[in-house]
T-cell receptor
Framework: DTAVSQTPKYLVTQMGNDKSIKCEQN?????MYWYKQDSKKFLKIMFS???????INETVPNRFSPKSPDKAHLNLHINSLELGDSAVYFC???????????????FGNGTRLTVT | QQQVKQSPQSLIVQKGGISIINCAYE??????FPWYQQFPGKGPALLIA?????SEKKEGRFTISFNKSAKQFSLHIMDSQPGDSATYFC????????????FGEGTQLTVNP
């Protein structure tokens, strides 16, 4: 049973296209996130949702739009893809929105996006 | 501006040795310091975490040492094993900012048999 699952695992597409990444968690957590890991493995938060409400929106281009249909799902839609969007995108969830030992981040296995 | 700086970028240790990874932070409002472990093709997973009210926390072979005055914390892996080979990330957050973790740049650890 995968706790945080995201699809697809790999995504290769051309510049200018629009693509979506889906994420689902079966942990019953209230908070979900999108993180971006660049080629140097640097991890940076993009968005956070708590019970379907956007609570963190880092400086991310408007081409990136998260959508949370319910608290178990957080999808990421990217418009007009650019070369610089190539990265691994991780979905994560936590029990609450507070950083604590009893509420660690649970990450999915990532979606490797390659824009050509 | 990198708020959490991690070193070294890569580390090679012999089996049975001690692996030490260091992190320094700038924001004195940070009050939660976790370490995450990431294997190739997988997402990071919480390894161990500490709050600034203690100077050390140990879980099995993994120990965090915390120096509040120096704004530094480190991960020690005792009796390192080949299975510990992974990328390790330190992170920091403020309780008031929820789980907005600021990650270090990561350390690629290789433990040779």
């Amino acid at each position: 049973d995968t706790a945080v699952s995201q699809t697809p695992k790999y995504l290769v597409t051309q510049m200018g296209n629009d693509k979506s990444i889906k994420c689902e968690q079966n942990l019953g957590h209230d908070t979900m996130y999108w993180y971006k890991q660049d080629s140097k493995k640097f991890l940076k938060i993009m968005f956070s949702y708590n019970n379907k409400e956007l609570i963190i929106n880092e400086t991310v281009p408007n081409r990136f739009s998260p959508k949370s249909p319910d608290k178990a799902h957080l999808n990421l839609h990217i418009n007009s893809l650019e070369l610089g969007d190539s990265a691994v995108y991780f979905c994560a969830s936590s029990l609450t929105g507070q950083a604590a030992d009893n509420s660690p981040l649970h990450f999915g296995n990532g979606t490797r996006l390659t824009v050509t | 501006q990198q708020q959490v700086k991690q070193s070294p970028q890569s580390l090679i240790v012999q089996k049975g040795g001690i692996s030490i990874i260091n992190c320094a932070y700038e924001n004195t409002a940070f009050d939660y310091f976790p370490w995450y472990q990431q294997f190739p093709g997988k997402g990071p997973a919480l390894l161990i975490a500490i709050r600034p009210d203690v100077s050390e926390k140990k879980e099995g072979r993994f120990t965090i040492s915390f120096n509040k005055s120096a704004k530094q914390f480190s991960l020690h892996i005792m009796d390192s094993q080949p299975g510990d080979s992974a990328t390790y990330f330190c992170a920091a957050s403020k309780r008031t900012s929820g789980s907005r973790l600021t990650f270090g740049e990561g350390t690629q650890l290789t433990v040779n048999p």
